[in-house]
């Protein structure tokens, strides 16, 4: 998924852990990990839509960081369409 955002290979995130995800979900698969193997982020198997959680802060360089906005447009392009296919079922059910 965040391939797909991003592209393949390494991106710099600002990481600041007080926690970290020690035992993955049955429905969760690793999206990225850092050098020293901290799980970065993970989205949700076979989720219907944009399912993504991240162990980084974009919020705090999205502003000034290309992958920070990246993956802020990649969320509400998924809204986007969301909204686009239910308003899409309501029409066609009137």
Do not use: M
């Not at 393949?8 to 035992?23: E, M, P, T, W």
């Not at 969760?28 to 020293?36: C, G, H, K, P, S």
């Not at 986007?80 to 066609?92: S, V």
């Amino acid at each position: 998924c965040l391939a797909g955002v991003f592209g393949a290979g390494d991106i710099k995130v600002n990481s600041l852990h007080r926690q970290a995800i020690d035992r993955l979900g049955s429905k969760l698969q690793v999206e990225a990990l850092a050098t020293d193997g901290t799980i970065e982020a993970v989205s949700v198997k076979e989720a219907r839509a944009f399912a993504v959680g991240v162990q980084w802060h974009p919020e705090y360089w999205v502003k000034s960081d290309s992958n920070s906005a990246k993956i802020f447009r990649a969320f509400g392009d998924a809204v986007r369409l969301h909204a686009a296919a239910k308003a899409g079922a309501r029409a066609a059910a009137e």
